[in-house]
């Protein structure tokens, strides 16, 4: 076996180490009842209403549609969340695009934040690009986002997405678990929103970037309770 090939096996077999002691190690938090707190079990701290995204962001305006896609486990009557606002937003001068903020007031081992790589294949999409973004967002420290690409029979979309897990910003699905664990051995279950936008083009360049302008205009148009739920203390 080449020098090459027995390094691709060991760090193969590191991430599957650390996936089954992972695994482990939530198995045992919840029988244990360390992630006892159940979703909905009293009122979130981060409460979020429809009336709390704002109507107008930067040059996009709130403007009705049925347009966006809401995959299998982002509805607003998964158990995973609590609640989950989808707008439609207009510009005469950017891409429209499409915001869903999904909150749940506490993650846990069997309830936490679905990411759209999982359930836009669900909903048909093929998704060809998987990157890390680094937005650097008004008043906030650097967040990293996913940027991906869905594509599907007749609509091509360019997605960004973080998901807040407390007052981390977990990019892969073993990094939430690890997050979600931590948090809850040091001070009880995280809370978590998953904020997503996208825009239907098959131009990622110029997706990315207007859905980037668009992230930082939400920032500065939201007040410090939706800041609060979008970037936590951030």
């Known amino acids: 076996m080449s020098q090459g090939a027995a390094s691709s096996s060991d760090h193969a077999a590191s991430n599957r180490r650390e996936f089954l002691i992972g695994g482990a190690l939530l198995v045992s938090a919840v029988a244990s009842g360390t992630l006892a707190k159940a979703v909905g ?7 979020l209403q429809d009336r709390d995204v704002p109507v107008q962001i930067g040059p996009w305006r709130l403007a009705p549609t049925s ?6 486990g982002e509805g607003a009557g998964d158990k995973v969340y609590d609640q989950v606002v989808a707008h439609h937003y207009d510009s005469a001068s ?4 499409m915001l869903l903020i999904a909150y749940g007031g506490a993650q846990s081992g069997s309830t936490q934040l679905h990411r759209p790589e999982v359930c836009y294949p669900s909903a048909g999409f093929r998704m060809t ?3 890390d973004l ?3 967002l008004p008043n906030t420290p650097p967040i990293t986002v996913r940027s991906l690409t869905g594509v599907a029979p ?4 360019q997605i960004i997405y973080w998901s807040r897990v407390g007052d981390e910003f977990p990019t892969r699905g073993l990094n939430q678990r690890w997050s979600i664990l931590r948090q809850t051995i040091a001070d009880g279950a995280p809370d978590g929103a998953l904020v997503r936008m996208s825009a239907i083009t098959d131009d990622e360049a110029a997706g990315v970037a207007a859905l980037g302008r668009f992230a930082a205009a939400l920032l500065v148009s939201s007040g410090s309770a939706l800041r609060h739920l979008l970037v936590g203390t951030a």
């Open 94 to 97: 950017e891409l429209p695009v």
């Open 134 to 136: 680094v937005l650097h």
């Open 41 to 47: 079990s009293s009122p979130p701290a981060g409460s």
């Open 154 to 157: 007749g609509r091509v979309e």
């Open 129 to 131: 690009e998987h990157r």
């Open 67 to 72: 347009n966006i896609l809401i995959p299998e």
